[in-house]
């Protein structure tokens, strides 16, 4: 479902797929080749959400913008993981239920499931815990996993809408 908040009207990519249970409100910029799942909410009633191309945003996903919010490109935002007024930089991934609270996080990172990151995130780093800390940096194999499940999260999203006899933008 996409709303208005004060005749701001979400903008979406042709080539983005939105799951129809999705709820996209305000001033969001989604790009091209992005996927959102079943049940994200994107709000951005206060400040802007942009969201690169690429990137996914899993199912139960929050992400809210008292602040302008990035998600970069190829990143992906994992199932019911928060994201609040946060720029996460290209090529990160954001676990499992991790949150994310009005810091920067930089390319090529990881965020462990269940972390809760209040501090800005070094480019490389793999962070986890509570509050997160950095345990080690991101090897080059983890870092061109990432952009590959990316990918392939585009993939699956345009098949589940196909099969279900969908517009490839939504499933």
Do not use: C, Q, Y
Not at 37 to 46: C, F, K, S, V
Not at 81 to 102: C, P, R
């Amino acid at each position: 479902m996409i709303r208005d908040v004060n005749g701001i009207r979400p903008h979406i990519a042709e080539s983005a797929v939105v799951d129809e249970t999705a709820l996209i409100i305000g001033k969001v910029t989604i790009g091209e080749n992005v996927s959102v799942w079943p049940h994200a909410l994107i709000r951005a009633d206060e400040h802007e959400v942009m969201i690169e191309e690429d990137a996914a945003i899993l199912d139960k996903a929050f992400i809210e913008a008292p602040r302008r919010t990035i998600i970069g490109k190829k990143s992906i935002i994992s199932h019911g993981a928060m994201i609040h007024g946060s720029i996460i930089g290209e090529n990160v991934l954001v676990g499992i239920g991790a949150i994310v609270l009005e810091v920067s996080v930089g390319e090529n990172s990881i965020i462990a499931a269940g972390a809760v990151v209040t501090e800005d995130v070094e480019k490389n780093s793999f962070m986890s815990g509570i509050p997160a800390r950095k345990k080690r940096e991101v090897t080059e194999r983890e870092t061109m996993h990432t952009g590959m499940v990316a990918e392939e999260l585009m993939t699956k999203a345009r098949h589940l809408a196909e099969a279900g006899g969908r517009s490839p933008r939504k499933f």
